[in-house]
């Protein structure tokens, strides 16, 4: 059996650009990454899609998000079962969006034990206590699990700047928390796409389908693919992400290319320097950073 593991889309992301085309938001980006994404199954190449959280970047998205979310799942559930499951951003729950009579779509909003294509899942979404996850995820687990669906910050996993501790964050997830017998965990919620280890169990994170932070910049985007039969092996597969470059002087221009998204910091937030990239065509962030540092985003 072979699994796409998608996850952290973040439709509806509403941020607009200088130079870029009018009416073009940065969630077209998004949704088109998540297409992109799923090609392996409008290929026949997979058995089942599994998304694992922040299918939208906020608890309420703008209604074409959702019809566009609601289109594109339902398109690729004619071809194969599709999975989805809230995430930190997704707080609301994704039924009160998507509704739950999606043909071919499971939405899961609560944690809960899932039978599907033959496998046994344990889905738990995103909670705020690691105490009340491991609770959840006892119950999800109960009678044995093949593949447990997460999203939350587990233990050792990093961010740009910052490792993840059990213990020291509220909702982070250390050994003591997983159930006995999960080997294997299909995460979200992490955007730099990473493994870790905690306690029996490999933590498989491909990160977000699109970067959504200059901070992201320099990470590769994209999904797992998943083979079961023996032991479950994985790997990850690059998805294409739209360029982005902070500039903090004239120096790092050349490195822009049309359609780029430029963020200008420090020195480079000057009139000449947003002229200059957008003479290279350059998109130029409105925002910027309010001090030297770019902001720690990434889950």
Request: hydrophobic fraction near 45%.
């Amino acid at each position: 059996m072979r699994l796409l593991h998608v996850t952290d889309t973040h439709l509806g992301v509403d941020r607009w650009y200088r130079g870029a085309p009018s009416g073009w938001r940065r969630g077209d980006d998004h949704l088109a990454a998540f297409r992109a994404a799923l090609a392996p199954a409008f290929a026949g190449e997979v058995d089942l899609v599994l998304h694992t959280g922040d299918l939208f970047d906020r608890s309420r998205p703008p209604p074409r998000a959702v019809a566009a979310a609601a289109a594109l799942l339902t398109e690729v559930a004619r071809r194969v079962p599709v999975l989805v499951l809230p995430g930190n951003h997704d707080r609301r729950g994704l039924r009160a969006h998507l509704g739950g009579d999606l043909p071919g779509v499971t939405v899961v909003d609560e944690a809960a034990p899932v039978r599907l294509a033959g496998l046994r899942l344990a889905v738990v979404p995103y909670l705020p206590d690691a105490a009340d996850w491991a609770a959840a995820a006892a119950f999800a687990c109960h009678g044995g699990v093949d593949l447990l669906l997460a999203h939350q910050a587990f233990d050792g996993v990093h961010v740009p700047g910052f490792v993840f501790r059990a213990g020291a964050q509220r909702d982070t997830v250390g050994a003591a928390h997983l159930p006995v017998g999960v080997r294997h965990v299909l995460c979200g919620h992490i955007h730099p796409r990473q493994v870790v280890t905690v306690g029996e169990a490999l933590v498989v994170h491909p990160g977000s389908s699109e970067r959504t932070s200059f901070s992201e910049r320099a990470e590769t985007k994209g999904t797992a693919l998943w083979e079961l039969g023996g032991a479950p092996t994985w790997r990850f597969v690059d998805g294409a992400a739209r360029p982005m470059h902070v500039v903090d002087g004239p120096e790092d221009l050349d490195a822009v290319g049309a359609g780029d998204l430029v963020l200008l910091r420090g020195a480079a937030q000057d009139v000449e320097v947003e002229r200059a990239a957008l003479a290279r065509g350059g998109w130029v962030s409105p925002w910027a950073p309010p001090t030297a540092q770019l902001p720690l985003f990434g889950r």
